[in-house]
């Protein structure tokens, strides 16, 4: 184990889309750390999830401050 303890701590890797404990794949290959197993099979789904937070916090902060549309006549 290292230092930082990282090898107690599971990570997702994105190219085999598989979990490992410990960092045993590149670091661009991986997301985590993560405390368990279950939440590191989780990684994807977590980060995308995020993902649309932020998109719809930038579609907010991209709005803030235009006059309203206005009803279209239908």
């Known amino acids: 184990m ?12 994105t190219r085999t889309r598989e979990v ?16 368990s ?7 994807l ?4 999830r995020r993902s649309e937070a932020w998109d719809e916090e930038d579609a907010r902060e991209d709005d803030w401050g235009a006059a309203p549309s206005a009803p279209s006549a239908g």
């Open 20 to 35: 490992e404990q410990g960092p045993r794949s590149m670091a661009k290959d991986r997301l985590g750390p993560y405390d």
């Open 37 to 43: 197993y279950a939440e590191a099979a989780q990684a």
């Open 45 to 48: 789904e977590r980060a995308r």
């Open 2 to 13: 290292d230092a930082s303890g990282s090898a107690d701590k599971f990570y997702f890797n």
